[in-house]
């Protein structure tokens, strides 16, 4: 267990730290001369639950309270201390507060100097204050214990009291990937480099590789100390010191984070769930400058508001753009305070570390984060690549009997998002028929931007072959349907174009006529002509290559093979060479590859080009139906 205190300056927490583990935390000369901490602090003792207890000792002047955050973030119980002369000061509150918005939801409240109170109706009325002052926070309830580290009393309560909840705190997972907050990173002659913190998630053993995050440093694990002994592993919930080769420690800061590699992958903008104390005096508008607190990391940032002005005492969804990228994990909580260090605005926790940069705001992204925030994990599963999601969660793997997977990608979503998103695409391309009868089908790409969540266009291809492959739609090519839609042209347009097909066959197939050689043949207007072929472009029949050229759809897929079977070099090959092939005219062999180009089937380099794999069926018939 760690215990980390809390309390306003001189109120004894480093006193009572060395009364229940014989350790004086104060550590600088400068905090002996002054009597004042002015740095965390650590004390580690067995306190008779046969398991070592560790202590965070933190400063309780107003100027480090974020020496203060840098070590409360990683703590499992916390000790409010608040002594009996003064009773409740301006830090108690805002440690008190921190402690809430960090969702610390385990602590004792040691009433100490109680010597010095003036008698027991003191005691009793600063512990009704107490119990008022924790009323609403997630300390409501926590014990008051008075003691006095000078004389003794009430220590042996207090220890006790320690040990039993050391009896109940609960191993932390370590079946997540590695990560450790780094408070502190300095050197021992013929060790190297240090560095101690907090085991946030998983294990560490001695000889792994690690990442040192956000800088992405590499080094490996020589030696570890957990608990304050030495130790093969660190496990979550414990403190650490790792003794490392690679990196200086000058390399290394407090607030970066030692992690498994895989899930080193920092960031500078954050969606955020924003609790604003009553007590910030204005509202946070778009753009607010404050310092975020993540971990023991604290970097200069700036508050996007994604739904309004925040309030005081508003919780609400909110952007978080940095000043440098750093290490962090989905679900972590953090707090703001003021660019000024002299009051915390709020806290909360994360919720997306890759959001979008524009269009933040807009009602579905909104209706996403909040469903990310309210629901759990996997049952509310927004699109997403499981190999991020693994890392950006800290996770070593995913329950995937929990969630959909799209085949042949990493995408997944929850089932019933996966259910919405196949009926949404059924009730798109019914309302499509019915204003289009006369369609082959709505393009693959029109339909990918309709749909919620949208798709990768690669991973969309492989989502709607699989749908296609059960009919639950048809695929024509570069149009998805419905099954059993037949698009049909009037009787009299039917008419014209079977006189029209014809001639778009046979051994001049490659070097078809023109719209205005049909119309001067057929003794047809030309826009009459060019309406009823682009309506058959529409449905699969021919395509429309340029403004007055069309070729049957057979002849394209015939041009593809002929593409395919082009001598390359190095898989590139040159307009010459198509042309010679098709024994074409170069102007039409132009047009027939810059009709391809367009569609992204050739990929144009130059006066090269190369077949776009991913693209190379795109008219291929596909009819499940």
């Known amino acids: 267990m760690i215990v980390g205190t809390a309390g306003h300056i001189d109120h004894g927490k480093t006193a009572l730290v060395k009364a229940l583990t014989g350790i004086d935390a104060d550590r600088l000369a400068e905090e ?54 003064d009773g409740i000061m ?20 040691a009433l100490t100097k109680a010597d010095l109170a003036d008698d027991d109706d003191r005691i009793a009325r600063l512990t009704v204050e107490i119990d008022d002052l924790l009323t609403g926070t997630t300390l409501a309830g926590s014990p008051v214990i008075p003691v006095s580290a000078l004389t003794g009393a009430g220590v ?79 496990l979550a919930g414990q403190r650490c010191a790792l003794n490392l080769t690679g990196p200086a420690h000058h390399d290394i800061r407090r607030g970066d984070v030692a992690l498994d590699p895989v899930l080193h992958a920092p960031t500078q903008r954050i969606d955020v769930m924003l609790r604003v104390l009553p007590s910030e005096p204005k509202s946070l508008t778009t753009w607010f400058p404050a310092r975020l607190h993540l971990g023991a990391a604290e970097v200069g940032a700036r508050i996007v508001p994604l739904q309004g002005p ?31 260090a002299r009051r915390t605005i709020g806290g909360g926790h994360l919720i997306d570390l890759r959001p979008p940069a524009r269009r933040r705001a807009r009602p579905e992204r909104l209706a996403i984060l909040h469903a990310m925030h309210s629901l759990p994990v996997l049952a509310n599963l927004t699109l997403v690549d499981l190999e991020a999601y693994a890392r950006d ?47 082959q089908g709505m393009g693959r790409e029109r339909l990918r931007l309709i749909l919620t969540p949208r798709i990768p266009k690669t991973d969309f291809t492989a989502f709607i072959r699989a749908e296609a492959a059960v009919q639950r739609i048809a695929l024509d090519g570069a149009f998805v349907r419905l099954p059993g839609h037949l698009p049909r042209l009037s009787d009299a347009d039917e008419a014209l174009l079977a006189q029209i097909m014809p001639q778009l066959g046979g051994e001049t197939r490659f070097r078809p006529p023109r719209v205005r050689d049909f119309a001067g043949s057929l003794n047809a207007d030309e826009p009459e002509i060019r309406r009823i072929l682009r309506m058959a472009a529409r449905q699969g029949r021919v395509d429309q290559i340029a403004h007055d050229h069309f070729f049957a759809r057979a002849t394209t897929v015939e041009m593809i093979t002929i ?28 047009q027939i590859l810059d009709f391809f180009d367009r569609l992204g089937l050739t990929l144009r380099r130059g006066d090269l080009r190369r077949i776009n794999p991913h693209r190379i069926d795109m008219f291929t018939p596909d009819r499940s139906d």
Request: some cysteine; proline content about 4%.
């Open 563 to 590: 593409l395919c079977n082009l001598p390359v070099d190095d898989g590139w090959f040159t307009a010459p060479a198509f042309r010679d092939c098709m024994q074409n005219g170069r102007k039409v062999a132009i």
């Open 90 to 109: 301006p830090q108690t509150r805002e440690h008190l507060a921190i402690l809430d918005l960090l969702g610390i939801n385990r602590g004792i409240v």
């Open 310 to 340: 925040l309030q005081p005492g508003d919780n609400a969804l909110a952007q978080i753009v940095l000043d440098r990228p750093v290490a962090a994990t989905a679900g972590e909580r953090f707090i703001l305070r003021d660019v000024s």
């Open 32 to 85: 002996k001369a002054r009597g004042i901490t002015i740095d965390l602090g650590f004390a580690y003792a067995d306190l008779g639950a046969d398991a070592i207890t560790g202590f965070i000792d933190v400063p309780g002047h107003e100027k480090f309270v974020h020496t203060m955050l840098a070590g409360a973030g990683g703590i499992d119980l916390a000790l409010l201390v608040i002594a009996a002369d």
């Open 156 to 234: 042996d309560i207090l220890r006790k009291t320690l040990a039993q909840q050391e009896t109940m705190t609960l191993a932390r997972a370590t079946d997540h990937r590695f990560r450790m907050a780094i408070d502190r990173s300095f050197t021992i002659s013929g060790a190297g480099t240090i560095v101690t913190g907090t085991v946030l998630s998983g294990r560490v053993t001695v000889g792994d590789q690690i990442a040192i995050s956000p800088l992405g440093l590499s080094a490996r694990v020589r030696g570890i100390h957990a608990q304050n002994r030495k130790a093969d592993a660190g």
């Open 393 to 439: 969660h800290a996770r070593a793997a995913l329950d995937t009997s929990e969630i959909a997977l799209i085949p042949g990608t990493r995408q997944a979503l929850a089932p019933a998002r996966l259910d919405a998103l196949r009926q949404r695409m059924q009730d798109e391309l019914a309302a499509f028929h019915l204003e289009y009868p006369d369609l």
